[in-house]
């Protein structure tokens, strides 16, 4: 394995700054009816102090607001990419993914303590639920804990996958759609 080679292509960063639901006077109502003019919501149905018609989970207490990213990406032979974002309290995560070019490759979602471990080509650990090793593509999401993490998108020999010794160098282009919830 050539270590001189391998690095980290890119970092992306998720900020997912929570907004508690504030009503200010005029917002403020004490119907618990839907408009259906405009099809907003004045009730709480999953009781956690946001509005309905603000929450993007309205049947789901521990989430409110939806974050979203979509892209496509080159990523060359022994390099990988991340993105990283922490939750305060219970979050959601899912993403999917399809390999448009190239081999197989691992997207493994780290706690942020174990992302050292990777970068340095030493064991790690990994949440296997949130994972997709040697895939070309595949649809994963699950609710997480609080604390910090990386999703890594990796086109290197460090997980299940790897690329071919084939001399070349094997750049696969990938595209994801990724929903972060709090």
Excluded: H
Excluded at 108 to 117: A, G
Excluded at 140 to 149: D, H, L, N, P, R
Excluded at 152 to 159: F, H, K
């Amino acid at each position: 394995m050539d270590y001189l080679r391998r690095k980290v292509l890119g970092v992306s960063a998720i900020s997912l700054s929570g907004v508690a639901g504030c009503l200010s006077s005029d917002e403020a109502d004490d119907s618990n009816g839907t408009d259906e003019t405009n099809g907003s919501s004045n009730s709480d149905t999953d009781n956690d102090d946001i509005l309905d018609a603000s929450d993007d989970y309205p049947r789901d207490p521990d989430l409110s607001q939806r974050e979203t990213k979509s892209d496509t990406r080159k990523i060359e032979e022994d390099e990988w990419i991340y993105y990283e974002f922490g939750f305060d309290s219970t979050g959601f995560i899912e993403y999917d993914f399809i390999v448009r070019e190239g081999p197989e490759i691992d997207v493994m979602f780290l706690d942020e303590s174990e992302y050292n471990y990777f970068s340095n080509d030493d064991r790690f650990s990994y949440k296997p639920e949130l994972s997709a090793l040697e895939s070309a593509g595949k649809t994963v999401s699950s609710k997480v804990t609080e604390g910090s993490y990386r999703l890594i998108l990796d086109n290197s020999n460090l997980g299940e996958a790897a690329p071919p010794t084939n001399f070349s160098n094997d750049v696969i282009t990938v595209e994801f759609d990724l929903e972060i919830g709090r």
